[in-house]
């Protein structure tokens, strides 16, 4: 039977160059890097053997780390748990010598040893450093069995998580995995309750109803508080509460000679310069997203030449051209940004790269609303007009009426004025939600779960696997001699096992084939746009709601077949937070608060008839957004007293931690205690000395009697 493989290390032989002495410089670089990354494991107490990848030059170094290294290294971790005050909920084990570990552990266990810096005690093998320049990645290998168990799980009825016990997700994928996975059925359970009020509401046809946008920031403000209480709870449950105080350094944390304060400091200094940048990037993009929207908006209603029915399409095309190239662009910029500012923790480097991230992609996703509903319906008429008498003045359409009576469309421009401000679409505001909210989820599913199908099946018919000629563009090592690779002990074993291990070495292919590693950052992403869409729009259309309700439902499954048949295993990592999502569901909910006032008072009939024109409607939405801001932030402290004391004071992970801290005291002061009896005894061993037997006191007192 092959012994199990922790993590496998692939490693790139592979020679570019077409000069001979520059290939066999590189060759002979690739050699001495491998046999020193082999010797390296090796000698740090790890089994590791190279075996032959999917294509010529491909090796996939197989690791495994011994129980009683494991063992070492999970008391390490314990220890440093325990003095750095992480929840430690059998404190009777800090003495034990083994420890019970989850896969999920033991994964990250292996794992961060191999990558942690000398300095915390790892061997820094970090892929694409340039000590390690050949090593492309470090992946874990899937349990099948345990996927199909949780895929057949989630076909369970059910909002939320349903049947599956997302404990052991976490034990199985670690705790980010997990706590995503939590909060995606934490947030589908929420929607339920808004989901009815929306619903009910957009029954009775009650679209920028005020009672509805008061419940939906109530709502909203309620589930970022209460989820705030559920992760601490859920980190308190698994032992990572506090689990940033255990952090090592990230391996490009460059130190230097400044002080603490001074290190702060300079990154606050590169921090602050960098948002002129962002700033400068949002504007671009913004003016980007606002010409095709003019082009979208106006001008496919005036253009009236050759190929006009296509001209929307043409804007399509632009849009997929330009957006996701600058998008790409930019966070090439926003990388090198957040690499300048030096982190010492991957979780604030990730923190500051998330939020930088979110920015554009907040702005791509909303902006179109925000045109829609303060420029294009409030000004349309008016911006059309405009626009008709710049485009008549430099076509020369201003001809006389008997002429314009004989040739009403003449030219390529709309000439009818009244057709023109006639066209403005009042309900463009609800077929850009609907479009949002169904047609860009229905999207985004097919992207998720059937695209990858159709990529891995053109990759192997390029790479000659389906034809099976060996003629593709990659060339393919062919495995049918694998076992004259073996060595001799293998060689005598039995058939059976060199079929095991046969077996093991083509899933391991197939794994590595994949060729995409999980990011948690777009499903994150997804989610808190879609809460964006929900919190700050839906009073546009409030079924909005049901149908990200609807998407979450079918999301939780999706997002679980991703992960156990389209990427490689996710490599645990301890948190116990969402980190930045939390402040961009917080920021999102903020904005809500301004922006559901405004649009009711906009477009709710009962409230928008008293608006005298359209150019002083800005003046009185600025004075609600503001007034609406400081009644938000009383609400939400009102609202965040309350969770608190429900949902923490009193409860059972609340308990558990002062239960935990005193135990940790005790423990402490037991010690104490130890010490002072070792020192007691000590004391009267030093005591038993004839100098300190003989006291002169009683007898010159005595002395000092006979004399009076």
Not at 110 to 122: F, L, N, P, Q, S
Not at 463 to 476: H, I, L
Not at 653 to 679: G, M, N, T, Y
Request: charged fraction near 20%.
């Amino acid at each position: 039977m092959p012994s199990r493989v922790d993590l496998v290390i692939l490693f790139s032989a592979r020679v570019s160059s077409v000069n001979k002495a520059q290939a066999k410089e590189n060759i002979q670089q690739a050699e001495e890097q491998y046999t020193r990354l082999l010797n390296l494991l090796k000698t740090s107490g790890l089994h590791a053997v190279g075996k032959r990848g999917e294509k010529l030059g491909e090796l996939m170094i197989l690791v495994k780390c011994p129980q009683q290294k494991l063992d070492a290294l999970a008391r390490a971790e314990r220890d440093s748990n325990f003095i750095h005050g992480l929840p430690v909920h059998n404190l009777g084990s800090i003495a034990a010598k083994s420890v019970n570990l989850s896969d999920s552990d033991r994964l990250r266990l292996v794992h961060d040893y191999i990558t942690w810096t000398t300095e915390d005690g790892g061997l820094a093998v970090v892929p694409g450093t340039e000590q390690w320049s050949r090593v492309t990645s470090i992946i874990a290998i899937h349990d099948q069995e345990f996927n199909e168990k949780w895929l057949k799980a989630w076909s369970a009825q059910g909002i939320g998580s349903g049947s599956v016990d997302l404990d052991k997700v976490k034990d199985h994928f670690g705790e980010e995995v997990g706590l995503y996975f939590h909060f995606l059925a934490t947030y589908a359970k929420a929607l339920t309750i808004i989901s009815a009020i929306g619903g009910g509401f957009w029954f009775f046809g009650a679209s920028y109803s005020p009672y509805y946008s008061i419940a939906l920031v109530l709502w909203a403000t309620t589930f970022v508080e209460y989820w705030k209480v559920l992760e601490r709870k859920i980190s308190v449950r698994w032992g990572t509460y506090g689990a940033f105080r255990v952090e090592k350094l990230r391996h490009d944390y460059v130190k230097d000679a400044r002080s603490p304060l001074q290190r702060d400091l300079l990154r606050a200094t590169r921090m602050a310069a960098s948002f002129p940048i962002i700033l400068g990037f949002v504007a671009v993009l913004a003016g980007i997203l606002s010409t095709l929207f003019a082009v979208e908006a106006f001008l496919t209603r005036l253009y009236t030449g050759p190929l006009h029915q296509h001209v929307g399409l043409f804007n399509t095309i632009l849009f997929m051209a330009s957006v996701p190239n600058f998008l790409g662009l930019y966070q090439k910029y926003a990388t090198k940004m957040t690499n300048l500012e030096n982190h010492k923790h991957q979780s604030t480097y990730d923190y500051s790269l998330t939020i930088k991230r979110f920015v554009l992609s907040a702005t791509v996703a909303y902006l179109g609303l925000v045109l829609s509903a303060f420029v294009y319906v409030p000004f349309g008429q008016q911006i059309m007009t405009f626009v008709h008498s710049q485009l008549s003045a430099q076509s020369g359409l201003n001809e006389t009426a008997e002429t314009m009576k004989d040739t009403p469309s003449a030219g390529i421009w709309q000439q009818d004025i009244g057709s023109i401000t006639t066209t403005i679409d009042t309900t463009r505001l609800q077929s850009q939600m609907y479009a949002y909210t169904v047609t860009n989820q229905i999207v985004g599913a097919f992207l998720e779960v059937g695209l990858p199908y159709i990529m891995r099946f053109i990759g192997r018919v390029q790479g000659g696997a389906v034809s099976g000629n060996g003629k593709g563009k990659g060339k393919r090592v062919d495995f049918k001699d694998e076992n004259s690779s073996v060595t001799e002990a293998s060689a005598a074993a039995s058939g059976e096992e060199r079929k095991e291990e046969r077996e093991l070495l083509v899933k391991i292919r197939k794994e590595v084939a994949l060729g995409r590693d999980y990011d948690v950052f777009e499903d994150y992403l997804e989610m808190v746009t879609q809460f964006g869409y929900v919190v700050i729009w839906s009073t546009i259309w409030p079924l909005a709601p049901v149908m990200a309700l609807i998407n979450n439902y079918i999301e939780l499954r999706s997002d679980a077949f991703k992960i156990s048949k389209h990427v490689r295993r996710p490599i645990p990592v301890r948190v116990d937070s969402i980190g930045p999502w939390l402040e961009c569901l917080k920021n999102l909910t903020w904005i809500a608060a301004l922006m559901n006032p405004a649009l009711v008072y906009m477009f709710n009939p009962r409230y928008s008839g008293k608006i005298p024109d359209a150019q002083s409607v800005m003046g009185w939405v600025a004075l609600i957004a503001l007034m609406a801001s400081h009644e938000f932030l009383f609400m939400r402290g009102v609202i965040r007293f309350i969770v608190e004391r429900v949902f923490w004071r009193g409860s059972e992970e609340q308990i558990e931690c002062e239960r935990i801290e005193r135990q940790v005291k005790d423990i402490c002061l037991d010690s104490l205690k130890r010490d002072r009896v070792l020192a007691s005894d000590y004391a009267k061993d030093v005591d038993a000395d004839d100098f300190w037997k003989q006291d002169e006191g009683l007898n010159e007192i005595q002395k000092v009697l006979k004399d009076a």
